[in-house]
């Protein structure tokens, strides 16, 4: 039939894996606590820091903005406030949007609101004086990754080359991981390319496929590194030949910008930049290997109340000096790909959290989150049970391909 049928391979993940491409696997994760003091700059490996953020097509806050503009004006100084932020602490804001804001922009950005962007849209002034990348994330019920870039691109965003987020996992019973298909998730051809759902005669070829995760984010992709996943089969491993890259966020949900829990009720399992401290231990102990590309990225949500400037600037402190140490350098991730290519040869690095103290707890919550959902409908949270053939999926959630139930 299609080539689609063909690549549907799900990959049983078992929890706990090895290290996959990062050299010697290093066993159990250790406590890396008793950290030496950053050391002069230069003297081990630095990790390539990036700070995303996005909103979504389903949360009342986002959808609130297409007709309230009292709430549209106090979310754009919510967003100006973060990109300056993010810009004075020397790093860009890669900026990933859904439908629902960009329409929100679309409507209110004109007359004396524009005073306080140069005269410009909110978006063109990001773009064209923060130097703010901006991404599409989809939840793809209406709109897919090529509508998406294009709106992004017809509204002066520019022209984005990142999947900014989409589900690779799925949970089955006992806690174990499965991998979707994962072009087919994002809606990539064989071509490599996704022709417009809602624009069918825009085609966007994205470069960068991020933020590989599981819906209800009980355990998204963790690993710090940058490879090119293999386009049919796992994920997980480099195919030299491969035409999308992943950037590892590493753990990108310090409890210090997002709170104790995910949205969806999964815990926080590093309250601060404890992610980046290990693995920081790590590097300087020579725990993981030197020479090769280390990266993680901090997550701050699209929202007033649930991502909040002051935590965000207070984590930023925290960071500050590993920041001066040259420890964490800042990046955008198209400015970690060229990082990757000239100084690291394209060389592909994936430590995977599997080597980090919070293995254990976060598998474990993994496997509460799964026990949790069986229950429930369909559809929900962390259970992507693939609708019939010919049925759109609930909105809200992305579209999967059909395979084995979770739950047989
Ligand atoms: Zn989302």
Sequence with gaps: MNRFINLLILVAVVLGAGCIMAGPCLGAAKDSRGLKAPSPSGKTDPIYVSIFTHNEEDDPYWLELRGNRQKYLDYRAYLIAKVKLVRQYGAILNWETDHVVLEAMEKFEKGDLLKETKGKTVLRWMVEDMAVKVDPHGHLSQYNYADLAYLIQKLGGGTSVVVGGFGLFRGVRGGQL????????????????????????????????????????????????????????????????????????????????????????????????????????????????????????????????????????????????????????????EGVVQIWQTRYGGQPNRYGIENFSISKPLTQGLQEFINREKGRRPGSQGLQIPPPPGVPPPPGMHPLPPGRQPFP
């Design 178 to 333: 499965e991998q979707l298909d994962w072009m087919r998730t994002i809606g990539i051809g064989p071509d490599g390319a996704i022709r417009g759902r809602r624009f069918p005669s825009f085609t966007w070829r994205p470069k960068l496929v991020l933020q590989p995760g599981m819906i209800g984010h009980a355990y998204d992709e963790y690993s710090s590194g940058v490879w090119r996943p293999r386009e049919s089969g796992d994920f997980l491993q480099n195919q030299p030949d491969g035409r999308f890259i992943c950037i590892g966020t590493g753990f990108p949900f310090p409890g210090s910008i997002v709170g104790p829990r995910q949205a969806q009720g999964p815990k926080i399992r590093y309250s601060n930049v404890d992610y980046l401290k290990e693995l920081i231990g790590k590097i300087q102990s020579g725990e993981v290997p030197a020479g090769k590309i280390y990266t993680a990225s901090l997550h701050s949500r699209d929202h007033e109340m649930d991502g909040r400037i002051a935590d965000l600037k207070q984590t930023l402190e925290r960071l500050q000096p590993y920041v001066l140490s040259g420890q964490v350098i800042y990046k955008d991730y």
